[in-house]
């Protein structure tokens, strides 16, 4: 199926070379852990806090999902993982393999273009964005912005990008510039916590605004941070909670409204 470049980076080629697939590892033992603990004073459990607004239209909601709704996105991912249209670290056009592993769901995303097929893989159709996702992302919306809110209203998403971190995997600076919409992009970051940065919308450059995002925290973007430069510097390892049920690292689930 032929893939849809949108905006200014939708117009690079896609690399020729294939994507890598994987699968998930078993998940973390707590010893395996142990010595990452002993250099952390974070807690592997955080009670939800009230949201705050990191810039015009970014909002971080400190432990929004439990332990139990964590555990349930977890086997679900692990369900979404396998093929076909599976895990898979994706190649930027250069030919470099990105350090995340990612799976889609409702369009596939292969730098820069969607598409509704594995292109990059096995060229299976994408899976399609679960309901269940689907009333979760707008729930967070509303969550983050007030039900009574506009974009928390019209929020429809169609596509969900799920990014697995390993140990030393990162995220560099770059713009979620590839869907026509406007519409706010939704954050759930499960396992250890991250170093999350912002940039500015047009530019890569400081000032920065550093946040970690734990174990259950939503960060939503939209409005004026619609089109912010953000990447994942580095995670804190061994800070995931017990009994989550991921391999070493984070999972980010980010859902979408495209427009296409």
């Known amino acids: 199926m032929s893939t849809i470049p949108t905006g200014a980076r939708g117009r690079l080629a896609p690399s020729r070379l294939a994507g890598l697939s994987t699968v998930v590892a078993p998940a973390a033992e707590p010893a395996a852990r142990q010595l990452s603990l002993l250099s952390s004073a974070e807690p592997l459990a955080r009670p939800s806090s009230p949201s705050r607004e990191l810039l015009p239209g970014a909002v971080l909601v400190p432990g929004w999902l439990d332990l139990a ?6 086997r679900d991912f692990r369900r979404w993982s396998l093929p076909p249209a599976g895990l898979r670290h994706a190649r930027v056009p250069s030919g470099h393999l990105m350090s995340v592993q990612s799976v889609c769901l409702g369009w596939h995303w292969q730098p820069y273009v969607y598409s509704r097929t594995a292109d990059d893989t096995d060229g299976a159709p994408v899976k399609p964005l679960p309901p269940e996702l689907f009333a979760l992302a707008r729930a967070a919306v509303a969550a983050a912005y007030g039900a009574e809110d506009g974009a ?4 429809r998403p169609d596509a969900a990008i799920v990014n697995l971190y390993g140990p030393g995997a990162r995220l560099g600076l770059h713009q979620d510039g590839e869907e026509p919409a406007d519409a706010p992009v939704v954050t759930l970051s499960l396992g250890d916590t991250c170093l999350f940065r912002f940039a500015g919308v047009d ?5 920065f605004v550093d946040v970690e995002l734990h174990s259950g925290d939503l960060l939503v ?6 089109r912010i430069y953000h990447g994942v510097r580095k995670l804190l390892e061994g800070t995931a909670p017990d009994g989550l049920g991921l391999p070493l690292g984070r999972l980010s689930i980010t859902v979408r409204e495209t427009g296409l």
């Open 69 to 74: 709704q964590q555990q349930s996105l977890v």
């Open 221 to 226: 973007f939209g409005g004026p941070t619609r």
């Open 203 to 207: 530019r890569r450059t400081a000032p």
């Open 152 to 155: 928390a209203q019209a929020f």
